[in-house]
């Protein structure tokens, strides 16, 4: 009899033992695949600001792409005041490239409206702030991409 209590107690104990195992591990699973979710945008960010650094090059009237930039605003809180300064910089000057492609972009279909020719206005101003905040941003998203990868890399 006193085999048989013994015997329900030990099985209820590495039941529990199991269950608060298995969810450390599943709890430990989500954590790492909320960093890569999170090591993706930051990828695919890296990658926007060069297209969007190729872009301003040429004075495109074409808005830069700002996707993976909005999804990447959360990261903040993992990022340093030197990669949070060049990513705010880089963010403000693409958003307002995108402004000034905006404007003239409606500038030109007014003119055109009015049945006179808009001209060739380029937003060369704001192109080249994109140009002087892009590489910096870059770099320091890179190196917020490795300490994240680094620290996946330990667990």
Do not use: C
Not at 39 to 52: K, R, T
Not at 53 to 62: C, F, L
Not at 86 to 91: E, N
Not at 113 to 134: N, R, W, Y
Request: charged fraction near 30%.
């Amino acid at each position: 009899m006193w085999a048989a209590i013994a015997g329900a107690a030990l099985g209820g104990i590495l039941a529990f033992v199991a269950a608060e195992w298995s969810f450390r591990r599943a709890r430990g699973i989500a954590e790492d695949e909320a960093v890569r979710k999170e090591l993706h945008v930051l990828d695919g960010l890296i990658n926007e600001i060069a297209v969007a650094m190729r872009m301003a090059g040429e004075e495109s009237p074409t808005a830069l792409p700002v996707a993976y930039l909005h999804d990447a605003m959360p990261l903040r809180r993992y990022m340093d005041k030197a990669q949070e300064g060049a990513f705010g910089d880089y963010a403000q000057a693409a958003l307002r490239y995108n402004g000034r492609v905006l404007r003239i972009v409606s500038y030109g279909m007014g003119k055109r409206a009015a049945g006179l020719s808009p001209g060739s206005e380029t937003p060369d101003k704001h192109a080249k702030l994109v140009m002087d905040t892009g590489p910096v941003a870059r770099d320091r998203l890179v190196e917020l991409r490795d300490k994240r990868v680094e620290g996946l890399r330990k667990k």
